[in-house]
């Protein structure tokens, strides 16, 4: 099929009105999640660069908030922690590491809880295939809570590949010495081109796909018990 056969501009322009609020608050919520963390294990990193806040702005990357525009997959800045300022090295660097997707998880099924156990879902036009019409700005916000449900899951799991700039790449300093790792993080750069790839040649997708598709089945079931 031809791309610009096919290409709806209005429907583009209204996901991406749908998209961009979702992923900034998501991606807001999930980094304030790792700076409370590492806060909370005595590394006052992320306080002194000022990223313990839920502002986007503060946390995002510019070609990670495109890619997740265009292609709902994406990353933002990592929070940096110093090691050095944690009691325990290895296991700290764990649970800073997933308090972040933890984090997006609870979020995600929080607001799926309301978008499937409130019906809010039968308003939404691009998780609905048969929605009620009314008025704009309904069918509006139900895209963008729905948009924000998906988002947080799949920051939760694509942050799972340990590629940097994800979360699980801080894993590396727990089994890299101090000195190699100075060396690995000259190369960070690759790891966003090697992330490109595989966003652009479909493996994340094929991955991410049945996920999302396997926690909206799930809600959508039990969102009979509430009527």
């Known amino acids: 099929m031809n791309f610009f056969e096919s290409f709806d501009l209005t429907v583009f322009l209204r996901q991406i009105l749908v998209r961009t609020p979702a992923i900034l608050f998501a991606l807001g ?3 304030f999640g ?18 313990n806040t839920i502002n986007p702005l503060k ?4 070609i990670g908030l495109l890619c997740f525009i265009f292609f709902s997959f994406g990353w933002s800045r990592r929070i940096p ?16 590491a997933f308090s972040g997707p933890v984090l997006s998880i609870i979020v995600a099924i929080l607001a799926a809880l309301i978008f499937y156990g409130f019906g809010i879902h039968k ?11 009314t008025f704009f700005m309904i069918n509006y916000l139900s895209d963008v809570l729905g948009s924000f449900m ?21 894993l590396w300093s727990v089994f890299i010495t101090t000195k190699h790792m ?6 960070q750069v690759y790891g966003i081109l090697l992330l490109l790839i595989l966003i652009l040649t479909g493996v994340v997708q094929a991955i991410m796909n ?6 909206n089945t799930l809600f959508i079931n039990l969102s009979g018990i509430f009527g």
């Not at 100075?182 to 190369?187: F, I, N, P, Q, S």
């Open 29 to 31: 919520l999930h980094e």
């Open 34 to 51: 790792h700076a409370v963390m590492a806060k909370k294990l005595g590394d006052d990193t992320p306080l002194l660069l000022k990223r």
């Open 59 to 62: 946390h995002v990357d510019p």
């Open 81 to 96: 922690v110093n090691t050095l300022k944690l009691k325990s090295k290895n296991k700290d660097t764990f649970i800073i």
């Open 123 to 133: 308003y939404s036009w691009f998780l609905n295939s048969n929605p009620k019409n």
């Open 150 to 170: 998906v988002v947080n899951l799949v920051i939760a799991v694509f942050n799972l590949i340990p590629i940097m700039p994800l979360d699980a790449s801080a």
């Open 182 to 187: 100075k060396t690995v993080m000259k190369y």
């Open 210 to 215: 049945p996920i999302i598709s396997g926690f």
